[in-house]
């Protein structure tokens, strides 16, 4: 129970990166991360649209057991070497308790993805890791089973917990998922802790990035986390919903346009 919002602060002392209720942070990224050069051109281009945090797959939850699975422990290298190129601190997603320790060793934020947010064991795990966590609601799951999976977090003794509002599964199947925009202002009435939101996979299309962020923005969202890949079509992960240059470039001039905070 805290009055104010609290703001997370990511990256290696002196160069940290807020998320929280006094800026709008960018997060941006390949979904999964395929080769070195692939994720430094996706690195750069985030960066150049004002991103701050580079997000990247290398561990990737997919639907089908036969779809790419991510290039594991070779992806956290990419990662960091691409944070070293760059100066971006990295956000990656953790599946296993098992990987706790190696993905914290190599990543800025460890971030649990939807399919895990019930995942009791791996919330108290990346509680203990020393690491801010990007907590992704589950996509049935209610604002209250959320936010206590983050209090599964705090117990252990990180507080620096970043809510993502990434859809949630409705009847509608114009859009992967529902984006639930309501879910910003509720969590901020209830919670100290910021909210950002992820359209890319909400939507799954690239053509409604844009607009979702927007949508993000003005329901008082503390940031937003997209995909972009320097050749969407090639993607081996969630292509549709990857922002190409001149989308990205959208972005970026809608996040610039906002008004500076108070
Ligand atoms: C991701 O961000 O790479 C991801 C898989 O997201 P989600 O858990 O929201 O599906």
Redesign the pocket.
Known sequence: HHSERSTVWVGPAGHQVPIGPDTFTLLAGP??VETPEQTLAAARMAQSAGATLL?G?AF??RTSPYAFQGLGVRGLEILAATREATGLPVVT?VVDARDVAVVAEHADML?V????MANFGLLQAVGEAGKPVML??G?TATIEEWLMAAEYVAQRGNLDVVL?E??IRTFEPATRNTLDVSAVPVVQATSHLPVIV?P???AGRKDLVVPLSRAAIAVGADGV?V?VHPDPETAL??GPQALDGPALRELASVCRRLPPVL
């Open positions: 979904c999964a997000r797959g990737k939850p997603e971030q993805g939807t399919r895990n992704k609601r996509m993502c990434r859809g992820d890319s996979h909400a986390i995909d992960c969630d």
